[in-house]
């Protein structure tokens, strides 16, 4: 009896095509099925069901039932193939076959991209530069009039003056093109911090000197590249009226400003708290910019080629992320597709990089025998749950899924990745002063 015959080639690092060969007494048998099936539900006059012969069957179901056995064909051997050599696709399978031949072995050719083969190259003795960041008084201070922000009460304005930046207006807009009005430019009661830089470049500074009661038209010119086309680089004029004027209103003092928080005692004690958390943060900053750096070295050092599937993949996972985003912050759902659309292009060079680190993490990771038990991702989620102030079993439950504890076994591993690479790497210490709060 003849065999199956498999042939398998490298297309490139990332590409393979496997070409298969399946006897006719292989095809016959999975055509026989199909036909059984076919003559089971088909309604022929004059024939009963399952009764039907095979020759009349033929005549009205030929191509549904070479095509259907085809197919099936392709999917058991294909898998069947993959699974004996160990070989995991990561796109699917590009099929080509130029269908079933009566007596005839049955062909075809599955071109599919894997992850690359590879020997990974210079990740220990790397030449590093580890921040050490010092939190100053200044940072603290600063710190300390945000949280105060968040505490501040809005307090109408009484006495008349105008609005200046910084304040927070209610207003009614309007906004017309070429004499036209539209829906997407037009709101009432609208809450706008003057400088906040959410409207177009230019509404917003023609607010200030505007007084509550008052309407006036303001001119502003959109954006090249703003989101939606019809508006884009054109001349808008809006009709705008203040319906009121608010401004922020501090805590007077630190006593009546910590009676906000049970937990501390005195102002200082709220003071040493905050020190504590931006010293933390820094920690974390630090570490993030020591992993990048490695991350970089290390595509440097290792020319790998990555499967176009997998950049695709992750473009995606970015493109859905800035959707999600862009909602939350109040854009409506089509004009924030259209721009994730647009940013297809400007995600390739990063999401090649991301894929290209994972590859390689995962490659030093197999190289080093680094793997996550266990014991070892209970531990990794009490550091965590230290980290976040959270509680153990409530963030255990949250990795209860397959999949959500697969990612985070892979984040444990690459984190025993970074450590490895660290504790072997030369390591310049850099002191830096001050914390980049925006970098949050």
């Avoid at 796109?91 to 005839?104: F, L, T």
């Avoid at 709101?187 to 400088?195: H, N």
């Avoid at 884009?232 to 009709?239: S, T, Y």
């Avoid at 993030?288 to 599937?309: D, F, G, M, R, Y």
């Amino acid at each position: 009896m003849s065999q199956v015959v498999i042939k398998i080639e490298d297309l490139s690092p990332v590409k393979k095509k496997m070409s298969l060969e399946i006897p006719w007494d292989e095809v016959k048998n999975e055509l026989n099925a199909v036909y059984h099936d076919v003559s089971k539900k088909a309604k022929i006059k004059g024939f009963r069901p399952g009764k039907i012969p095979r020759k009349i069957l033929e005549t009205y179901f030929k191509d549904q039932a070479e095509t259907e056995a085809a197919t099936n064909i392709v999917n058991k051997y294909y898998w069947q193939a993959l699974e004996e050599r160990g070989i995991i696709p990561v796109s699917k399978p590009e099929i080509n076959q130029e269908g079933i031949k009566e007596d005839m072995d049955y062909s075809f050719s599955a071109s599919f991209e894997t992850e690359p083969e590879f020997e990974p190259q210079g990740y220990t003795g790397i030449e590093l530069e580890k921040e050490e960041i010092k939190v100053t008084d200044d940072d603290v201070k600063k710190r300390i009039d945000e949280i105060r922000q968040m505490f501040a009460t809005m307090e109408e304005i009484k006495d008349g003056r105008p609005a200046a930046k910084g304040d927070f207006v209610v207003i009614d807009f309007d906004g017309s093109l070429d004499g036209e009005s539209y829906k997407e430019l037009k709101a009432d009661d609208y809450f706008l911090e003057i400088g906040s830089g959410k409207f177009v470049p230019g509404f917003e500074e023609q607010l200030i000197g505007m007084s509550s009661g008052e309407t006036k038209e303001i001119k502003v010119t959109f954006p090249a590249d703003y989101h939606e086309n019809k508006f884009a680089g054109k001349e808008v004029i809006f009709k705008v009226t203040v319906k009121s004027i608010r401004e922020k209103k501090l805590p007077e003092d630190n006593d009546s400003f910590i009676k906000n928080f049970e937990k501390y005692n005195s102002f200082e004690d709220f003071e040493n708290d905050v020190r504590k958390s931006l010293e933390e943060k820094a920690q974390q900053m630090a570490k993030i910019n020591l992993q990048n750096s490695i991350t970089e070295k290390l595509i440097k050092e290792n020319a790998v080629e990555v499967p176009s599937a997998l950049i695709e993949r992750q473009i995606y996972y970015m493109m859905v992320d800035t959707q999600k985003r862009m909602i939350s912050a109040g854009i409506d759902e089509q004009s924030a597709m259209d721009f994730s659309l647009k940013m297809r292009e400007k995600y390739k060079g990063d999401a090649e990089k991301i894929v290209k680190s994972f590859l390689l993490l995962k490659k030093i990771a197999q190289k080093e025998s680094f793997v996550a038990e266990e014991n070892d991702v209970e531990k990794y989620l009490e550091e965590l749950a230290a980290q976040s102030g959270r509680d153990y079993e409530s963030l255990k439950k949250m990795y209860d899924g397959e999949e959500r504890k697969d990612s985070l076994k892979m984040e444990l591993i690459q984190k025993k990745v970074f450590d490895f690479i660290e504790k072997n790497a030369n390591i310049k210490v850099v002191e830096k002063t001050g914390i980049n709060l925006e970098a949050r």
